[in-house]
């Protein structure tokens, strides 16, 4: 391996590692929040194939306690964070920059998603999926394009798919003892 290509490993390891790290409690009560968000575009991204979104989407959120909002990024669809138990917490929307023919577009949709986080838990909020259908270009101008999507907004119970995230991201972390519970929907 030459000088060039063992840098490329260290830069791909230090990207892969600052996007996984899972922050460990703070005190005896608090949990692990965990999601996880898509944007599915089923009959096509515009006029073009179908896209499945997994990374890059901005959740934004809000501890009701508190009033603090903040971003969590997706990774694989999953995002997560630490947790205050017995806040309550809402989704407040979801946001992402998608690249279409070296243009940026911006998809965004309120959520209005509120819990509650137990103590001592994996906090399991479930598999959300934004549904994107019938892209129907509204107008064209010089520069300058605006589309319409029909949105449909679906919440899936895949709880026993994270436990196999935590062991991904974080195999040796203490999230992996505590319990998962799945929280503000019916399993």
């Known amino acids: 391996m030459n000088l060039e290509q063992i840098a490329t490993v260290f830069i791909v390891l230090f990207i892969i590692s600052g996007c996984a790290t899972v922050p460990e409690p703070l ?9 996880n968000f898509t944007m599915d575009f089923v009959d096509g991204f515009f006029n ?10 901005w ?3 809000r501890d009701l306690e508190t009033g603090k909002e903040f971003d969590a990024k997706t990774n694989q669809g999953f995002f997560h964070f630490l947790g205050q138990a017995e806040h309550e917490y809402a989704l407040l929307y979801i946001k992402s920059d998608l690249e279409r023919a070296g243009v ?10 509120e819990f509650s986080v137990p103590a001592q838990s994996v906090a399991y909020i479930g598999h959300w999926r934004m549904v994107y259908m019938a892209p129907d270009k509204e107008q064209e101008k010089e520069r300058e394009s605006s589309w319409n999507f029909e949105k449909d907004l679906q919440l899936r119970d895949m709880q026993s798919s994270v436990r196999p995230y935590i062991d991904q991201i974080a195999p040796d972390s203490v999230w992996n003892s505590y319990r998962i519970e ?3 929907f019916d399993q």
């Open 59 to 61: 959740v934004r959120i």
């Open 104 to 113: 940026i577009y911006t998809f965004g949709a309120n959520i209005g998603y």
């Open 182 to 184: 799945a929280v503000g």
């Open 48 to 57: 073009l194939a179908p896209r499945l979104v997994e990374n890059n989407i």
């Open 27 to 35: 005190n005896e009560t608090d949990s692990l929040v965990v999601g």
